[in-house]
């Protein structure tokens, strides 16, 4: 049996959701969640127009086209900063200009393993005060999404 963690990030994947992505943009459904990634050198532009489209709070940060490893967070309280600066702000930036990056690559404080126990994500989830986790294999690849609502549903269900 999956871990907690997992099964809780499970869900039905509805293939209409499927996100479409340029070659810059990883993207994919896990469970009920269209999942979307951008490069650390994306525009900033690029990552507001996927928050809007997709009706997002956060989107995690990879480190390049090639790879999907997390490695920081753009929120949308990082969406409001923007908009304050507008119109000097450029768009154009790369959205790394805005986000930062985690402070231990190694181990960001926004991901879980797809291995956690549902105790561990849950830990990490209150003590960031988080909406979600994103979940990273042992390479640090980006996998999935685990949020808050899959948690409360996994305790209504199980």
């Not at 809007?52 to 490893?69: E, H, I, K, N």
């Not at 986000?99 to 994500?121: E, V």
């Not at 849950?122 to 609502?149: C, I, P, Q, W, Y």
Request: charged letters at 10%; a negative charge.
């Amino acid at each position: 049996a999956p871990p907690a963690a997992a099964a809780a990030a499970a869900g039905g994947a509805d293939s209409g959701a499927l996100a479409q992505a340029d070659a810059s943009v990883h993207g994919g459904v896990q469970g009920t969640h269209v999942l979307c990634a951008v490069p650390l050198q994306a525009p900033v532009w690029q990552g507001l127009l996927l928050m809007a489209a997709y009706g997002c709070s956060a989107l995690p940060l990879v480190q390049s086209s090639d790879s999907a490893v997390v490695c920081a967070i753009f929120r949308s309280e990082h969406t409001l900063s923007v908009a304050q600066s507008l119109p000097h702000f450029d768009l154009s930036a790369p959205i790394s200009s805005v986000a930062g990056s985690a402070p231990d690559p190694s181990a960001p404080p926004f991901t879980c393993r797809p291995t956690d126990t549902l105790h561990t994500a849950m830990e990490r989830l209150s003590h960031g005060k988080l909406k979600r986790l994103f979940v990273a294999d042992e390479a640090g690849n980006l996998v999935g999404v685990l949020t808050v609502l899959d948690v409360l549903r996994y305790f209504l269900t199980a």
